[in-house]
C-alpha cells in the first residue's frame, strides 16, 4: 500500500484530548487500519470521538452515535463524547457495492382486485390480514438503489480497504451533522464517502 499523507492525529486508547481514540478488533493491521481512518477522516474534527473497528460476517457496516452508549468501553472515559463504529469483512466479501433494496407498500386491496402494475409473483412481497367477510392483500414492491435512496451515489469498494475508507468517512460525516447541527443525511453521508474514496484512488493510484 503506498503511504498516504495524513495529518489527522489518532489518539492512544486513554488519550482523547488530541484526536480520535481508535480500538481496533478487526482482522486487519491496525498500523493500516489506522492510515487509512486517518485519510478518511481527515477534513472532520474528531475530537473526543472513539472509533472501534470490528470483524464483520458481511462486507462492512457502521454507525455514529451521537453520545456513547453504556455499553461500550469507550463509555469509561471521561473524555469521549461521541463514537465511531466500523465493522469490516472477510477479504471474500469483496468487491461489493453500496446497492440495497427498500419496498414500496401498496394499498390494502380486495384479493379479487389485479395486483399493481409490474407485480411479479417472486418478487414482489405480499402482506395478508384479515377484513370484513374476508380478508386483504398489500404488495410490497422492491426498490433497488445506492444506500440512502436514488439520489445517492453509486459506491464500488474493491476490497477491504476500500471499504474502510468509505465507510469511516461516511460515519464521520454524521458526527460532522451532529456537531454543525444539520439535518442527518445518508444521502450526504454517502457524497462525502464517495468523495473520499475518489480521493484515496487517486493518492494510491488505484483505478
Known amino acids: 500500500m503506498h503511504k498516504l499523507i495524513a495529518n489527522l492525529i489518532l489518539a492512544r486508547p486513554n488519550d482523547a484530548t488530541e484526536g480520535p481514540v481508535l480500538k481496533n478488533t478487526s482482522r486487519y493491521p491496525t498500523d493500516e487500519v489506522r492510515e487509512l481512518i486517518a485519510f478518511a477522516v481527515d477534513e472532520i474534527s474528531l475530537a473526543q470521538v472513539a472509533i472501534h473497528v470490528k470483524n464483520c460476517r458481511y462486507a462492512y457496516a457502521g454507525r455514529a452515535y451521537n453520545g456513547v452508549p453504556g455499553i461500550s468501553s469507550a463509555a469509561k472515559s471521561g473524555t469521549v463524547q461521541k463514537l465511531i463504529t466500523i465493522r469490516i469483512g472477510a477479504p471474500d466479501k469483496f468487491p ?78 454524521h458526527i460532522w451533522q451532529y456537531q454543525a447541527k444539520a439535518r442527518r443525511s445518508e444521502v450526504d453521508a454517502e457524497h462525502f464517502a464517495a468523495l473520499r474514496l475518489e480521493m484515496y484512488r487517486g493518492a494510491t493510484g488505484s483505478p
Open 96 to 173: 461489493v457495492d453500496n446497492m440495497c433494496t427498500t419496498w414500496k407498500y401498496h394499498p390494502w386491496q380486495a384479493p379479487d382486485v389485479l395486483p399493481p402494475a409490474g407485480f411479479t409473483p417472486g418478487r414482489w412481497g405480499q402482506r395478508v390480514r384479515k377484513a370484513r367477510g374476508g380478508y386483504e392483500v398489500r404488495y410490497l414492491e422492491p426498490r433497488r438503489h445506492p444506500y440512502g435512496g436514488q439520489r445517492a451515489p453509486l459506491i464500488t469498494m474493491a476490497d477491504w480497504r476500500e471499504a474502510l475508507v468509505a465507510v469511516a468517512a461516511h460515519e464521520a460525516r
